[in-house]
């Protein structure tokens, strides 16, 4: 039921791949296919309001800025929206925009929190909530999936391992659906804003009341570790509570809405997963590499470097587009197919290197219980209305799916 016209490839010079609008209106595929085919390491020219920035869109060379950390940061920002507008104000705070020894210390203190205990506990509780939700979906007929479904699955599994309070939860997923991207084309970006600084605010109020627990949770691991005998600062706190927030929950919530619309479009997956002819996981990490929920990374170049045979400059904005990687002809067969039973599939959506998605196990457990509850519970899926795309250039998703499922 998409009806987004396709960009066509002699386009791309007049249209702005930093645009939200672009990604929520458009189909790129072929726009994707060009690039990757002739001009692989592109340069975006400047807009009046922002400067030029590099497109990698080959698997090979998103590879290697991904393992290159001797000429490519993370600190002035890690996406175009933040890199082209005059850097991240977490910048050497959140560990996603951290590098060097800090990021490393912060992030041995946030894994201690993804403990097998931690993460079996989660998976329990996961698959409980995947299949109440579904009931209620079943029962009710027909339902908005983004909503109904998809939106409460992550959310619960970051509430989950930060052990927020049930009665603070809806509140949170208000605020971070609208911290990156919007439902809307006109929404101004204060939006965005007023989210970020409602959650960075809660999370303040929370690492105070949890200094001193003993308790496992993230919450309480950040707000109790010492890196070379000193706590982290306040800032620091903040911000990397906000970081996994907002990087476990919207990420996980377009893969789930993102699985449930290809299983619709790809009634022979559909039934292949139902008869259990294809593997759990297998399924899941080609739900990953066929949703690509985060569609790129941003860099800086740190010093000259030659990627792909184009000169990079040190200052320069390198973005790195996981949505063109995992449709590289060059590295995965037929690439525009959805195959369930696809391996091998090292696709990047996780991303790659010193900065690889840390939530990675809970994001895959999560596509992994619904389409095991979809399997379990489910008999047949139909698109009852159009999708409604979000307006980001970084986030990729739906804000609404229309569905009916049957028993
Ligand atoms: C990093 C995607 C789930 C927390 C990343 C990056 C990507 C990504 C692409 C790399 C960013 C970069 O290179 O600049 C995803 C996707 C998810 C998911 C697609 C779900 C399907 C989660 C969850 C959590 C999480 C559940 C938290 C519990 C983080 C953090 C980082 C990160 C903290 C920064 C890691 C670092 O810089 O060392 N994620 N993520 N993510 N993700 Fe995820």
């Not at 692989?40 to 290697?64: E, L, M, Q, T």
């Not at 698109?383 to 009916?404: A, C, F």
Request: proline share 4%.
């Amino acid at each position: 039921m998409t009806s987004r016209p396709m960009v066509r490839p002699e386009d791309i010079d007049s249209i702005d791949l930093a645009s939200p609008r672009l990604y929520a209106e458009n189909e790129l595929d072929e726009v994707w296919r060009h690039l990757r085919t002739h001009r692989p390491v592109y340069w975006h020219p400047p807009r009046a309001d922002r400067p030029g920035f590099w497109v990698i869109s080959r698997y090979a060379d998103v590879n290697k800025v991904y393992q290159d950390k001797a000429h490519f940061t993370t600190e002035n920002g890690n996406a175009l929206a933040t890199l082209l507008t005059g850097g991240d104000s977490a910048s050497g705070t959140m560990l996603a925009v951290t590098d060097g020894v800090r990021h490393h210390q912060i992030r041995n203190v946030l894994n201690k929190g993804f403990s097998k205990r931690t993460l079996n506990l989660i998976a329990h509780s996961l698959q409980q909530s995947v299949d109440r939700l579904l009931l209620a979906a079943l029962d009710k007929g027909e339902c908005d999936a983004a909503h109904d479904i998809s939106a409460n699955v992550p959310l619960g599994a970051i509430c989950d391992l930060l052990e927020i309070p049930e009665a603070d939860r809806t509140f949170l997923l208000s605020q971070t659906a609208h911290a990156w991207s919007s439902d809307y084309a006109d929404a101004p970006p204060e939006d965005n804003w007023v989210a970020k600084n409602e959650i960075l605010l809660y999370f303040s109020k929370l690492c105070r009341e949890r200094k001193g627990s003993a308790n496992d949770d993230m919450v309480s691991l950040l707000a109790n570790c010492r890196i070379d005998d000193q706590p982290l600062n306040s800032v620091e706190l903040m911000a990397n509570c906000y970081g996994l927030m907002i990087g476990g929950d919207e990420t996980g919530r377009h893969a789930i809405t993102g699985a449930i619309l290809a299983l619709i479009e790809h009634p022979d997956q559909w039934r292949a997963l139902k008869n259990g002819d294809v593997d759990l996981d297998t399924a899941t990490e080609e739900v990953l590499r066929w949703t690509v929920p985060s569609l790129h990374g941003g860099r800086t170049a740190t010093g000259d470097v030659v990627v792909g045979g184009e000169q990079i400059k040190a200052g320069d904005v390198v973005s790195v587009w996981i949505y063109s990687a995992n449709r590289d002809e060059t590295v995965f067969d037929q690439p525009d197919r959805f195959d369930l039973a696809r391996t091998p599939n090292k696709h990047f959506t996780f991303a790659y290197g010193t900065h690889y998605c840390l939530g990675h196990h809970l994001g895959r457990m999560e596509v992994y219980a619904v389409l095991d509850g979809l399997r379990r519970l489910v008999t047949d899926l139909e698109q009852i209305g159009e999708e409604k795309w979000i307006y980001s250039s970084i986030l990729h998703g739906m804000s609404s799916l229309p569905v009916r499922l049957t028993a």
